[in-house]
């Protein structure tokens, strides 16, 4: 019976029962854990905390045992890989105190009518369509819906290409929980503006609408709708200078699994989109969750970039109502995508995913590559180091040009 215990003020360490033909023992938690002045105070069982105030209740809260039926407890000392193996598939009842107020972070309020007041501020830049400036992409603003308002910036990269040489195009989602941002952030701004002229490509950047105003999957409605937006329309910046031949999905955190979705979608009917042909998915930094701990989001839970309880929040905010972690927009594992990852691969897409050691996501984000190339899709993982956190390329833009060499290979 698999189970938690929680120890005193002192710590928490993990624990199980475990049969033995003579005997049960606990294994998974080091003898000192319970020496001294640690004072077992619960336990977890079943997702349920029980009180339990000395070591000998909690076996009996564990195997219902009688004192004569467990005379000598042996404790096994768990070794480092146990240790990690622990911290995997952790309650979030047993998370550390937050180092901050996740809504305070995002600056949001949420008011008593369930409408939210976004006080972060974000620096934002203006499209800039003047072909005599000299900067190196040319941007553009155009409507998409306006009963939802929703519109898209387009980057063209400088100087364009002669006509009989069209570019590749980069449909992008933007990040933000779901809940804040913009394509017209500054940050994301110069994020496309560098994908534009590093990838010699154009980039389409859509709005959608946001959560919880919206809860999900208006977000996937929305971003599908851009992109039949994008196979239709005669807006020149694209009929004149795009391969659409050669389409990506891209998206950075929460746009990285809208893109994920996108392509889940459109891989069913992708002759619907023509003469669009999505050639592959880029999933930068997606943002996905789970209603257990992984052991990154354990070792990272209190980072600086992403504190877990703040993704924690936004999911909250953006799963449709009664939802939890394991909701299949949440949890890209939790289900079964067999058919869908066929599809892909019968299509032959390529399924870039790109993650860093210092983002609490990458065992998630490990995980559905794994789950990806064993179905046969091709997968590409661009997985970085400690200094990597979660859209690192997005807050540094030095370190987001040798991100699109990369990519360019891959387009």
Known sequence: MPARVVLGEHGEGAARVVE???????????????????????????????????????????????RSEFPIPFFAPTSRSSRKQNMAGRHPDLDPAPAVDALDYIKIVVNPDGTVTRGLDMPSTPADPDPDQPSAVRTKDVPLNPAHNTWARIYVPRPSPPPDQKLPLVVY?????????????????????LMAVKLGAVVVSPSYRLAPEHR????????????RWVSTTEEEWLREGVDFSRCYLMGTSAGGN??????????????????LVIRGLILHHPFFGG????????RLFNNQTLPVN?????????LPA????????????GGERSEEWER??????????????????????RELAAKLEAKGVEVVGLFGGEGDYHGVEIIEPAKAEPLFEKLKSNI
Not at 32 to 48: Q, Y
Not at 310 to 318: F, G, I, Q, R, T
Request: glycine letters at 8%; a neutral charge.
């Open 344 to 365: 892909m691969k019968k299509l032959g897409w390529r399924v870039v995913v790109v993650a860093g050691s210092g983002d609490p996501l990458i065992d998630r984000q």
């Open 310 to 318: 703040v993704a924690d929040k936004m999911w909250e905010l953006s």
């Open 173 to 193: 989602y933007h990040g933000g929980g779901f809940v804040i941002c913009s394509p017209a952030d500054a940050m994301h701004h110069v994020f496309c503006s």
């Open 216 to 227: 999900l999957p208006a977000a996937y409605d929305d971003a599908v709708e851009a992109l």
């Open 20 to 66: 033995s033909s003579r005997r049960r023992v606990i294994d998974g938690a080091a003898e000192d854990n319970f020496r001294g002045s640690r004072k077992v105070t619960g336990v977890i069982i079943n997702g349920r905390r029980r009180p339990c105030l000395l070591l000998l209740e909690l076996l009996r809260e564990l195997g219902r045992l009688q």
């Open 322 to 333: 009664g939802a939890d972690r394991d909701h299949e927009y949440c949890n890209p594992t």
């Open 258 to 275: 809208i893109a994920y979705h996108v392509g889940l979608r459109v891989c069913a009917a992708a002759a619907d989109l023509e003469p």
């Open 291 to 298: 209603s257990r701990r992984t052991e990154s989001e354990v």
